[in-house]
């Protein structure tokens, strides 16, 4: 689904979403805090009312800083961001981040129609306590009206979700830190198929009745979801990531971790890395892949999709998608969030085209500014 759902950081921790939309947009900073890297997008619209990428820049960070979206290294990855921002050249303070979603509980009820918005919440309350393992004192807590119930005339069908207050208020002082005010605060997977959704515009009949297998592939984990229609048919999350292809190369020509990650982003590898260890690794993700979609479609009434794509730094190695195609044989394609969009001035093209795939989320995220 790609409803608008977060906690606006000001006021009351619970709010009807519909309230942050009454104004005009302002600026928004789109900001991504991954385990490997943080990444920035910023939009705008030009005259003719399309979408233009402003700033998008990327960060990496150590490991072991952020592990399993908690921040351990709170000051290294605040001077991160400061970095970043610098590099960028934006003047935007306000971003929206995003909590990884095993860091928030979610739950569809359904309450009656025609209830005020602090009716709402009173009812939310009382439903969240059903669902919650915490005291509602200890949680953020959010809700979006998604629309009519199909099942029950009358009613409509509400989302909500809560989050330990600490996880919300660490990605809000990192932003603080940074000198920046954190005002959207998104799930990770929501913001990726807000992404998701221009990409899946752009197919045959816009999309419509696509059954489309995303892949992001991180550091340590990679997230599937399985996508018609704009709603999530499937989620499975497996350890398998880039990390793994840095580990490899460590063990193959001795260089220290840090070494093998800084070379393995430059390209300045031996002549034999290619055949020894990328082929292997490529053959061991297009593998996984195929793996997961097993469990898809052994699980679920489904036996094929229409399509795979690929998001992540690590989506973007050379023949990645081919394999997959091959594997498989379903149509595997790389992620590109920046598709359509017009290209700011300040944008170096072939760098941004080459990293594109690493930004799914931040684009999500940037794209806030402009969701209804």
């Given at each position: ?12 921790s ?5 309230s942050?939309?009454?104004?005009q947009?302002?600026p928004?900073l789109?900001l991504?805090?991954?385990s490997?890297?943080i990444?920035l ?7 003719g ?6 700033r ?5 960070i150590?490991?072991g800083?952020i592990t ?9 990855v605040a001077?991160?961001?400061k ?44 439903e969240?306590?059903?669902y919650?393992?915490f ?5 953020s ?22 989050s330990r207050k600490e ?26 198929r807000?992404?998701m959704?221009r990409i899946?515009?752009g197919?045959p009949?816009?999309g419509a009745?696509?059954?489309v ?13 399985v996508?018609?229609?704009n709603?999530?048919l499937?989620?499975?999350?497996q ?15 001795g ?21 020894v ?9 297009t ?16 036996n094929?999709v229409?399509?795979i ?8 190695l050379p ?11 379903f ?5 590109n ?7 700011g ?10 990293e594109?795939?690493s ?10 500014r402009?969701?209804?």
């Amino acid at each position: 689904m790609t409803q608008a759902f977060f906690w606006r950081l000001q006021g009351t921790s619970l709010i009807s979403l519909g309230s942050l939309f009454s104004r005009q947009p302002d600026p928004l900073l789109g900001l991504d805090i991954s385990s490997s890297s943080i990444k920035l997008v910023e939009l705008g619209r030009n005259g003719g009312g399309e979408l233009v990428l402003e700033r998008c820049a990327l960060e990496p960070i150590e490991r072991g800083w952020i592990t399993d979206g908690n921040i351990e290294k709170f000051d290294e990855v605040a001077d991160a961001i400061k970095r970043l921002v610098k590099k960028s050249g934006t003047r935007t303070k306000n971003a929206a981040m995003a909590l990884p979603a095993s860091a928030v509980i979610t739950k569809k009820i359904v309450l009656p129609g025609g209830l005020t918005d602090s009716e709402l919440e009173i009812q939310v309350e009382s439903e969240a306590n059903q669902y919650i393992p915490f005291s509602l004192d200890e949680v953020s807590l959010d809700f979006c009206v998604i629309g009519p119930s199909p099942s029950t005339p009358g009613d409509v069908e509400v989302l909500i979700a809560a989050s330990r207050k600490e996880k919300v208020q660490d990605r809000q002082g990192l932003a603080e830190s940074a000198g920046l005010k954190a005002v959207v605060m998104d799930v990770e997977s929501y913001a990726s198929r807000m992404s998701m959704g221009r990409i899946v515009e752009g197919l045959p009949n816009k999309g419509a009745d696509t059954m489309v297998a995303l892949f992001e592939i991180g550091a340590f984990s990679t997230s599937m979801q399985v996508i018609r229609n704009n709603e999530v048919l499937y989620e499975r999350d497996q350890a398998f990531g880039g990390a793994q292809l840095t580990q490899l190369i460590v063990r193959q020509y001795g260089f220290s971790p840090d070494e093998a990650e800084t070379k393995k982003r430059n390209g300045e590898l031996p002549e034999d890395y290619e055949s020894v260890v990328l082929r292997p690794y490529i053959d061991s993700v297009t593998q996984e892949i195929g793996r997961t979609l097993q469990f898809f479609f052994t699980s679920t009434p489904h036996n094929k999709v229409d399509y795979i794509m690929l998001a992540g730094g690590t989506a973007s190695l050379p023949k990645l998608t081919d394999s997959v195609t091959r594997q498989t044989s379903f149509a595997c394609g790389l992620v590109n969030p920046f598709e359509g969009m017009v290209v700011g001035g300040g944008i170096r093209e072939s760098k941004m085209r080459r990293e594109a795939s690493s930004y799914l989320t931040a684009c999500g995220l940037a794209l806030r500014r402009f969701a209804t």
